[in-house]
């Protein structure tokens, strides 16, 4: 099998995860790297096996036999950053989620890509974490029809980051689009439908409050979304409940039944004190005849070394190389990146008007 050459855009926290996922890939390395932050640079190409280090984007994308890129730059660069490889060198992208952040841009970047002759990828790894997959693939057959989904996020705060871009509205698009597009992605995939309505109460109550830096993202909240299908979910987002056992529930209620999945934040966050991390679950609870049941799905200690999300940057990797490859379909489009974004925006105007919001997609 040929090689795939990629080149790496942002060389931070989530771009050195990518890079050991890909690195587990057989036939798969990346080749160059670019950051503004020379230490992060140097330590990305180190971890991919002495990547060259480009001076620029410019400069990256001169380099010869590259296959794919990957965009794992702050949030208010990944427009830019599309919009000079469209014009300069169009390849096969990932890029990080979310693909915007602000409402005048959806357009924008759905026209960049109407004819783009390569797979387009936003990264959207909570879909592949091994329990929310089993959910997805059962969800509809065991409820009956799901008419209730809730997800609820009990979590650590913002990480430290370069700037602390990641504390500020204006570069994040919102905590409800920067954290939180993943979770409006994963709702409209499990129900197969399109949102018409968001509701949504949000603040900052405890966390970044007294930093040296002002910092306006929010760190609590609860939205709900009504669906065409007649459907509702619901998120519930804490970011000051990093003592919680599991990181992320998702249940999903039908007529027949509710499925649960339960998942582990990063295995490097759990006290040793406590033994063995947490391992990740699936609950089944049928109403007739009752009796629920607990399936156990262990992710691969390898997959687990290689980053923070039990294991499905490193599917999303495998499915990416096939997309790129002609093997397989992308299976998170631009579309489905754009209307994740849309979803939290709209969120995020709810919350701060006190409003619900209509969408039309």
Not at 35 to 43: I, K, M, N, R, Y
Not at 279 to 290: A, Q
Request: proline share 7%; with cysteine.
């Amino acid at each position: 099998m040929t090689e795939l050459r990629y080149g790496l855009i942002g060389c931070g926290m989530m771009a050195q995860e990518h890079v050991r996922n890909i690195a587990l890939l057989p036939d798969v390395r990346v080749a160059v790297v670019f950051d503004l932050v020379a230490d992060l640079a140097q330590a990305a190409a180190d971890l991919a096996g002495g990547a060259r280090i480009a001076a620029s984007l410019a400069d990256l994308l001169t380099q010869p036999g590259l296959d794919a890129l990957i965009i794992a730059s702050p949030n208010d660069c990944h427009l830019p950053q599309l919009r000079q490889i469209v014009e300069t060198r169009p390849l096969p992208i990932l890029c990080e989620k979310p693909l915007f952040t602000d409402s005048a841009d959806m357009n924008a970047v759905q026209t960049l890509f109407a004819d783009y002759p390569h797979p387009v990828w936003v990264a959207m790894e909570y879909r592949y974490m091994p329990p929310v997959a089993a959910l997805i693939a059962q969800a509809a057959a065991v409820t009956g029809g799901i008419r209730m989904l809730t997800i609820r996020e009990h979590r650590f705060p913002f990480l430290d980051k370069v700037g602390s871009w990641n504390r500020t509205n204006a570069r994040t698009g919102g905590t409800l689009v920067e954290k939180c597009c993943h979770f409006f992605d994963l709702m409209r995939l499990i129900l197969q439908s399109e949102p018409v309505r968001v509701m949504a109460s949000a603040a900052q109550d405890v966390n970044h409050k007294d930093e040296a830096q002002a910092s306006d993202v929010w760190d609590n909240a609860y939205v709900i979304v009504d669906f065409a299908s007649g459907a509702r979910a619901m998120l519930e987002l804490c970011m000051f409940a990093e003592g919680s056992r599991f990181q992320e529930e998702i249940s999903a209620v039908g007529p027949l039944a509710r499925i649960e999945a339960q998942v582990p934040g990063p295995g490097r966050f759990w006290p040793a004190a406590l033994g063995p991390a947490p391992v990740p679950l699936v609950t089944v609870s049928p109403r007739d005849p009752k009796g629920p049941y607990t399936m156990e799905l262990p992710v691969d200690p390898a997959l687990l070394d290689a980053g923070d999300h039990n294991g499905s940057t490193f599917y999303q990797h495998q499915r990416f190389a096939a997309a790129v490859r002609g093997a397989a379909p992308v299976e998170v489009t631009v579309a489905d990146g754009a209307k994740a974004v849309a979803m939290g925006l709209a969120a995020q105007e709810s919350a701060r008007t006190g409003q619900a919001v209509t969408l039309r997609f």
